[in-house]
């Protein structure tokens, strides 16, 4: 009998200068504090937000009253992944529940959304901010469903304002949807080919979406699947 031996795959975009961020949140900037040639030791010195590269975002990003990254259980940061394949929607396309249904049917307690819109073909790119974005309803489907994790290859799971979009009011219903029920959301995924390869062939998929310990809204990850 042949088995496959675990592989480990990262979903993290590299944390680096002049890197994309959300629309209106400080920009990246790493750079050199001390050298080993004149200091002994290598350190950088970084200056982002809390929401920059693969991140996650906490119900704190939302609200003042709801809990902050530390206090989310560390169980939401992982979990074994079920895959909602939304490749070939539209650009800015509405995701609904009849989307995401069949990967709701097949939910466990504890798994992790993962929300494949192919989307992060397109990082780097100003078509980034045109990514498709979860409805109300699609949100309270996936509460009701009993998720606590989503995690996805986009920007956002609301849509992103460009200059002048109506769409830019700062509402963030899905946000505030998923974040009320006290989920841990993660964006700006990349790399997810063989995770959906993996799901393809029935290989089990486990996803880890440790962030720093913040008493903040939310913390850059390394997000990492374990392809079994």
């Known amino acids: 009998m042949t088995t496959t031996s675990p592989t ?14 959300y629309p209106g949140d400080p920009e990246v900037e790493i750079d ?20 920059s590269g693969t991140h996650v975002d906490a119900p704190f990003h939302v609200d003042d009253r709801w809990p902050t990254l530390d206090e989310v259980p560390l169980d939401r940061f992982t979990g074994p992944a079920v895959v909602a394949d939304l490749r070939g929607l539209a650009p800015r396309a509405a995701v609904t529940p009849p989307h995401l249904a069949p990967a709701l049917e097949r939910l466990r307690p504890g798994a992790v959304l993962v929300l494949a819109t192919g989307w992060s073909a397109y990082w780097g790119t100003a078509h980034y901010l045109a990514h498709p974005w979860l409805t109300s309803e699609a949100a309270r489907a996936i509460v009701d469903a009993g998720v606590r994790t989503l995690a996805v290859d986009a920007l956002s799971v609301d849509p992103t304002p460009e200059p002048g979009d109506a769409q ?15 989920a841990a959301i993660a964006e700006n995924l990349t790399n997810l080919g063989p995770v959906l390869d993996a799901r393809a062939a029935h290989r089990p998929v486990e996803l880890s979406l440790f962030p ?7 913390a850059p990850v390394r997000a990492v699947a374990r392809l079994g």
């Open 8 to 21: 480990w795959v990262d979903l993290s975009v590299p944390l680096m200068t002049g890197m994309p961020v």
């Open 32 to 51: 050199t504090a001390l050298r080993v040639t004149e200091d002994g030791v290598n350190v950088q010195r970084l200056h982002l937000g809390s929401q």
């Open 168 to 182: 830019g009011d700062g509402s963030l219903p899905a946000h505030r949807i998923l974040c009320g029920a006290g």
């Open 212 to 218: 720093l310990r913040l008493a903040a809204d939310g």
